[in-house]
């Protein structure tokens, strides 16, 4: 990567900690994204209600807005375990592009769409072709397509994490 084009750390928390990290993160004036979902919750009273909870949990992201010395120094004062995930060379922080992130937190928007998430082991398991959507609000967003009982699922893997989401694979188009 070059030094102009932007770029995001995969973080790992323990202990279900993703939010008081992603906090701790903001505190430092860093920006973090963290995977939420909708679940409903049963009130005493008989009513549901929903509430966003982290869908991945021990899973976080933070834009790269400093260098990996920082990064380090940040992430040993956080009050709470983390760590960062490294890059098949074990050597240096996972980077994430800026244009793969947009459309990873695109399809982790809980207000958006209903996603289904894996460990990126189960997602790159998942037999599809890769395509690239073409139509609707997803447009642009690369992936593999995956098909289960004649439905169709959009499968995007990075980072150790997947999500799944339907889509109509007439909005896809193969990637050659």
């Known amino acids: 990567m070059t030094g102009q084009e932007e770029a995001w750390y ?3 928390s323990f202990n279900c900690k993703e939010m008081e990290a992603s906090g701790y993160l903001q505190e430092q004036g860093l920006q973090c994204f963290v995977p939420m979902m909708i679940k409903e919750k049963a009130l005493p009273d008989g009513k549901v209600e929903r509430v966003q909870v982290p869908a991945v949990h021990n899973y976080l992201f933070m834009k790269k807005s400093i260098d990996h010395n920082a990064l380090k120094k940040v992430v040993a004062q956080c009050p709470v375990p983390l760590c960062v995930i490294k890059s098949m060379d074990g050597q240096h ?3 994430i592009p800026e244009a793969e992130m947009n459309e990873f937190r695109l399809l982790c928007d809980p207000d958006f769409v209903m996603a289904t ?16 959507v073409m139509h609707g609000p997803l447009k642009g967003t690369h992936g593999k397509l ?3 009982r004649n439905k169709y699922f959009l499968v995007k893997t990075m980072a150790g994490l997947g999500v799944m ?3 109509s694979r007439w909005y896809c188009k193969v990637i050659d």
């Not at 990126?120 to 690239?132: D, F, I, L, P, T």
């Open 146 to 148: 995956h098909r289960v």
């Open 117 to 132: 998430y894996l460990e990126q082991n189960e997602a790159e398991a998942k037999v599809g072709k890769e395509v690239v």
């Open 93 to 95: 922080p996972c980077e």
């Open 10 to 12: 995969a973080l790992r």
């Open 165 to 167: 989401v339907r889509i």
